[in-house]
């Protein structure tokens, strides 16, 4: 199983202001992902990286950037919080043996309110 | 269109009895799928998958059971406790080479096991 963490583990922050979500995994996987979820709502693929330099965006719009400088560290960054933006960010990472057998560990998340 | 489905947003079990949360698709490519579960203000965590050649995968109270001609698969949790109780997710990974296609989620189905 992955070791992969996420800080904070929960913000309030003000409409305007920048923020960095920290994610970082010990266990060398190439493939990183950032999810939003909204309470009692489904998980929506935000951002994905299969490896230093790749990122792509997912399935759902975000205003969110992110970079992956190294295997081990995956930011993501909002220029400007919204109270839109309040949900929680999960972030994951897989490096399946066998390609087409892709099973993602999940940190604790990131719980967000912008105010 | 949603690939994977569970249609049950809810389901309320009673303590030692059994738990099948049910999942179904329609992408014919998917050839592995895996199970999640996922307490509030956590990340989820890993249960149990099952490859496209197998029809059935056990791992202690948890069972998934793989029907491929009607796409569709279930998690049986006997005897359930309530430590069980939790939004559970389905995900599935597309067949390819490069494996370079992130999971597809449901968007959970929420366990109560009642004491």
């Known amino acids: 199983e992955a070791d992969i963490y996420q800080t904070p583990r929960y913000l309030v922050i003000g409409t305007g202001k920048k923020i960095t979500l920290e994610c970082s995994q010990t266990?060398?996987?190439?493939?990183m992902y950032w999810y939003q979820q909204d309470p009692g709502m489904e998980l929506h693929l935000i951002h994905y990286?299969?490896?230093?330099?790749?990122?792509e965006k997912g399935d759902l719009s975000s205003e969110s950037t992110v970079s992956r400088i190294r295997t081990e560290h995956f930011p993501l960054t909002l220029e400007s919080a919204r109270p839109s933006h309040t949900s929680q960010y999960l972030c994951?990472?897989?490096?399946?043996?066998?390609?087409?057998?892709?099973?993602?560990?999940f940190g604790p998340g990131t719980r967000l309110l912008v105010l | 269109d949603q690939q994977v489905k569970q249609n049950s947003p809810s389901l309320s079990v009673q303590e030692g009895r059994i738990s099948i949360l049910n999942c179904d698709y329609t992408?014919?490519?998917?050839?592995?799928f895996l199970w999640y579960k996922k307490y509030p203000a956590e990340g989820p965590t890993f249960l149990i998958s099952?490859?496209?050649?197998?029809d059935k995968n056990e791992d202690g109270r948890f069972t998934v059971f793989l029907n491929k001609s009607a796409k569709h698969l279930s998690l049986h949790i006997v005897p359930s406790q309530p430590g069980d109780s939790a939004v559970y997710f389905c995900?599935?990974?597309?067949?390819?080479?490069?494996?370079?296609?992130?999971?597809?989620f449901g968007k959970g189905t929420r366990l109560s096991v009642i004491a």
């Open positions: 994951a990472s897989s490096d399946p043996v066998i390609a087409s057998l892709e099973t993602q560990y």
């Open positions: 266990m060398g996987h190439d493939k």
């Open positions: 990286s299969y490896g230093v330099n790749s990122t």
């Open positions: 992408n014919s490519m998917f050839d592995y």
């Open positions: 099952i490859s496209s050649i197998k």
């Open positions: 995900a599935a990974s597309p067949r390819g080479g490069s494996g370079n296609t992130p999971l597809v």
